[in-house]
């Protein structure tokens, strides 16, 4: 098996999942400062701050960030897809309800799956891992519930749903964003950029996508009305900080070193993760379907990260 497609070990598995429930949070972050912050508004500040600790970072560990080493191409192409994503999440989610764009997002770990199957060495999956990524997706669909109307799409924050009605276009966006993240996985971990710091991989994704945000921001009318309160600014700060600046580099680490497939598996715990911050933080209501939920994916997982 080639090193940069072995099984997760204790230490990935217990990082992912670290990851995950940060990532699940940081959806609760997002909508948290929606009131106070427009989401590309948001996706600008809280990039150029994580580039911000990048460069300290480097600057630091003495990691080289501008040498000569053949990943200028892709690093621009998998910066190109991190922008270009976000954009399809947050200009999507107002054109249909929050559980129908969690279900179409995370599809990505199946695009991955998919495609590393075809393209990457050491990333072909057997039956019981096809099915183990079949039942955790299916336990996502169960924990989101059945598509419902929403006519204040998120919680309030102004990013409703036209009419009440989910629309074919917002559906198409948050699933154009799940082969998005997808596709940057894979280039990731197909290309020279395996075999770079995880720190440069992480910079091309920052460098690349802030100027996107900005343009986007400016094309939608996007700006600050006035100043954010306290909360919306920690908010922004978890994002920014904890999520951007930290658990992405974690992540790229990952892909390095570990089988593509096996660890976005793993993301399907991130929307189950998000049902439970929204439980704590916002006082979203939990029923019996999420606990049944949460052992589908668990037993998916299990499956998937079993030895063929």
Not at 73 to 91: N, S, V
Not at 114 to 136: I, M
Not at 153 to 176: I, M
Not at 266 to 294: E, K, R
């Amino acid at each position: 098996m080639t090193p940069h497609a072995r099984p997760l070990d204790a230490l990935a598995t217990a990082t992912i999942i670290a990851l995950s429930l940060s990532w699940g949070l940081n959806q609760v972050a997002i909508k948290a400062a929606l009131p106070d912050i427009p989401p590309l508004v948001q996706g600008v500040i809280r990039s150029s701050g994580a580039l911000a600790m990048l460069l300290a970072w480097a600057w630091a560990r003495r990691v080289r960030l501008l040498s000569r080493d053949g990943s200028l191409l892709p690093g621009l192409a998998a910066g190109t897809l991190f922008g270009i994503e976000f954009i399809m999440i947050y200009r999507g989610l107002p054109l249909t309800t929050a559980s129908r764009g969690t279900i179409f997002l995370y599809t990505a770990p199946l695009w991955v799956a998919l495609g590393g199957s075809w393209l990457l060495p050491g990333e072909r999956l057997g039956t019981l891992q096809w099915f183990g990524l079949a039942l955790a997706f299916f336990g996502v669909v169960v924990a989101i519930g059945s598509p419902q109307l929403a006519g204040a799409g998120a919680g309030g924050s102004g990013l409703a749903v036209p009419g009440g009605t989910p629309t074919l276009l917002g559906d198409a966006l948050l699933l154009a964003s799940g082969l998005g993240w997808a596709a940057t996985t894979l280039v990731i971990k197909g290309t020279r950029l395996v075999q770079i710091a995880p720190e440069k991989t992480l910079g091309y994704q920052l460098v690349v996508s802030i100027p996107i945000l900005v343009v986007a921001a400016l094309v939608f009318g996007e700006s600050l009305g006035g100043t954010p309160r306290p909360a919306a600014v920690g908010w922004l700060a978890y994002q920014t900080i904890w999520v951007v600046g930290i658990t992405y580099g974690l992540w790229f680490a990952l892909v390095k070193h570990y089988s593509a497939s096996r660890l976005s598996a793993f993301t399907f715990l991130t929307p189950l993760f998000g049902v439970l911050a929204g439980h704590v933080v916002l006082g979203d209501a939990i029923d019996w379907p999420f606990a049944a939920a949460a052992g589908l994916v668990v037993a998916g997982l299990v499956l998937v990260n079993r030895p063929r």
